[in-house]
């Protein structure tokens, strides 16, 4: 069974430019959650996503942005990126939504803003 | 305002012996916790969890213990093995629908287990 798949591995932007960063659930799975990981900040929702609809939304600016697609893959977009974005950007895939327990993670995407 | 804390950076423990990794929340309202384990370029992986209705939980070498009057969960690994060394989170979740996918991290505990 396949894991949760994110693309790109690793990507590096320049500040003002846009990014959209992919993220393959794992099959069946409906809901989707984005995550930010910096050194200073830890670990902090950014959305989730289930059947095409965000539910759920972090305390990020209007630049991060997301969506879902009929299959559940899921896309996010930062615009406009800062320096501050630099980050890995990491994308948990679950079946239950309401099973918080049971997202499995991926890799991440590392983004780095120069 | 950080709602999960992990308060201790690293701990060195010595293979064999038990590790014990500690977590603090602020939050009454959170009904579920858990744990993940993190290498370099990795996401994180899920170990084990604990609702709040639970005092303790044990899937092999792995234990959490919640102390709900003090808002305070820990982990216990026995024996620890050198492959054991890692980043580990602690997270929780609220109930409803509002909280849905939303799991808020400590800041993460590095373990390393010497051989």
């Known amino acids: 069974k396949a894991g949760v798949t994110q693309t790109p591995r690793y990507l590096i932007k320049t500040r003002g430019q846009q990014v959209t960063l992919s993220c393959s659930p794992i099959s069946g799975h409906r809901s989707v959650s984005w995550y930010q990981q910096t050194p200073g900040q830890g670990l902090q929702f950014l959305f989730e996503y289930f059947s ?4 759920n939304k972090g305390n990020f ?17 930062v615009s406009t990126l800062e ?19 049971g997202y499995t993670f991926g890799s991440g995407t ?3 803003v120069v | 305002d ?13 293979e064999g012996r038990i590790s014990i990794l500690n977590c603090d929340y602020t939050n009454s309202m959170f009904d579920y916790f858990l744990w993940y384990k993190k290498y370099p370029a990795e996401g994180p992986t ?3 969890s604990i609702s709040s209705i639970k005092d303790k939980n044990e899937d092999g070498r792995f234990t959490v213990f919640l102390n709900k009057s003090a808002k305070h969960l820990s982990l216990h690994i026995v024996p620890s093995q050198p492959g054991d060394s890692a980043v580990y989170f ?10 849905t996918g939303k799991l808020i991290f400590g800041q993460g505990t590095t373990l ?3 051989p």
Do not use: H, W
């Open chain 1, 83 to 101: 320096l501050g974005d630099s980050a890995l950007y990491l994308c948990a895939s679950s079946l239950d939504p309401g099973s918080n327990y």
């Open chain 1, 110 to 112: 590392r983004l780095t």
């Open chain 2, 90 to 99: 602690c997270a929780a979740s609220g109930a409803g629908s509002g909280n």
């Open chain 2, 46 to 48: 899920f170990l084990i």
């Open chain 1, 52 to 55: 095409e609809t965000q539910r």
């Open chain 1, 61 to 77: 600016p209007g630049r991060f942005s997301g969506r879902q697609f009929s299959n559940s893959r899921s896309e996010m977009n």
């Open chain 2, 112 to 114: 390393q287990v010497k």
């Open chain 2, 2 to 14: 950080q709602q999960v804390k992990q308060n201790s950076p690293s701990l060195s423990v010595q």
